[in-house]
């Protein structure tokens, strides 16, 4: 994987036409009797094949967890708005699915599935003052269970490069998990 994660950004101009004629033609084609010639650019062009459908896999699973989740993405949006306007809290609050390439990236790097990636969907909420972040945090927290160990507080310890938010992972009664950026 590491060998080919490394060829990533390059595959579909070097090698993704030749893939894709590699696939619907024949071993008698004269594509094929040089990439039979050359075992290094088969084998290569066979795990970055592999790659594509593991890709492809992963982009229709998090496209059926958008699509089975919709209806539970809408709801906990109108309950959070609900739930910020009753405490007056003026805020603007965003939904999100993460980039196919961004999960697949984390899956890498944390080796884990798709079902233990949890901000696969998230909302970010924008507010006007520090406080209003935190009271923002205390609503979501009674609303909805957090899961231990994934609250980031970046206000507190803002990043090197100045950022600033809060973080906070969130389990609705149903078990969707997603996560908020306040």
């Not at 650019?41 to 989740?69: N, P, Y």
Request: charged content about 30%.
């Amino acid at each position: 994987f590491d060998a080919v994660s490394s060829f990533e950004p390059h595959t579909n101009k070097i090698l993704g036409m030749n893939i894709t004629k590699l696939c619907f033609s024949g071993p008698d084609t004269e594509l094929n009797k040089t990439h039979y010639a050359q075992p290094a650019i088969l084998i290569t062009s066979l795990a970055l094949l592999e790659v594509f459908k593991e890709r492809r896999d992963l982009a229709d699973g998090i496209d059926r967890l958008q699509r089975d989740c919709a209806a539970e993405i809408e709801k906990t949006a109108d309950t959070i708005k609900a739930e910020l306007t009753a405490a007056g809290i003026e805020a603007s609050l965003l939904s999100r699915k993460k980039h196919y390439y961004s999960t697949y990236r984390k899956m890498l790097k944390y080796k884990k599935p798709l079902e233990e990636i949890h901000d696969i969907i998230g909302f970010r909420i924008i507010v006007k003052t520090k406080e209003a972040c935190y009271e923002t945090l205390g609503i979501l927290h009674n609303l909805y269970r957090p899961l231990p160990d994934r609250f980031k507080d970046y206000i507190a310890l803002p990043k090197d490069n100045m950022y600033q938010s809060l973080h906070t992972v969130l389990v609705s009664r149903t078990g969707f998990k997603f996560e908020v950026q306040i």
